[in-house]
């Protein structure tokens, strides 16, 4: 708490969420935009947890996982709340932050505290060991799946620039196909840290 506070004073005009770790390496909790044409993501969270990394600090990004996240009562009130008739259960959190962003606010992710995630029990993934090329398929269309088409198509008409959402639409459901084809080598294949899962790893 003392530290959501601390970065809250120091950024009156940020939104905030905790670095997430799982198995002693970070899990990203924010994603920084290359290329909104290519939906090209870099994320700054990612690895392993060392000594220097784990020390204090808010690193600005563009979009923000929805875990634990902080945001003044004055910031809902001017851009609204979650928007779970478009984005039920994956994206919701990355467009809130992302509205925020473009209404004058600054997502951050905080270094420390940071959250305990159990990735493998958390939803869907193409990257999970041991799923068949049938059960990714079917993640297509499984909202619980970070690979819903639907969800990534209405995640990038909600937040991408509009010079970029028909390439962005593209792009993203092409990635989504290439994850349920190679499964656990399509990251490297794709030549990325992480996919934006919808939550934005792709």
């Not at 799982?22 to 290329?35: A, D, E, H, L, P």
């Not at 639409?169 to 996919?195: D, I, N, W």
Request: proline fraction near 6%; aromatic fraction near 10%.
């Amino acid at each position: 708490l003392t530290t959501y506070l601390e970065a809250a004073s120091r950024y009156p005009q940020g939104l905030f969420c905790p670095a997430t770790i799982t198995g002693q390496r970070y899990f990203t909790s924010g994603v920084i935009m290359r290329s909104w044409l290519l939906s090209l993501t870099d994320h700054k969270l990612v690895g392993p947890v060392t000594p220097q990394q784990a020390s204090p600090a808010a690193i600005p990004v563009d979009m923000l996982a929805g875990r634990a996240l902080l945001f003044s009562t004055k910031m809902a009130r001017e851009i609204g709340g979650l928007r779970p008739d478009r984005l039920p259960h994956y994206g919701g959190d990355y467009e809130f932050s992302a509205r925020a962003k473009r209404h004058g606010y600054q997502p951050y992710v905080l270094r420390v505290p940071a959250l305990v995630l159990d990735a493998r029990n958390s939803g869907k993934k193409a990257s999970t060991k041991g799923n068949t090329l049938g059960q990714r398929f079917g993640y297509l269309w499984d909202k619980r799946s970070p690979l819903e088409l639907k969800m990534r198509a209405r995640l990038v008409i909600s937040t991408y620039p509009a010079y970029a959402v028909p390439t962005g639409v593209l792009t993203v459901v092409l990635k989504a196909f290439v994850e349920v084809l190679f499964g656990r080598t399509a990251h490297r294949m794709l030549g990325e840290k992480h996919l934006v899962d919808g939550t934005a790893e792709s």
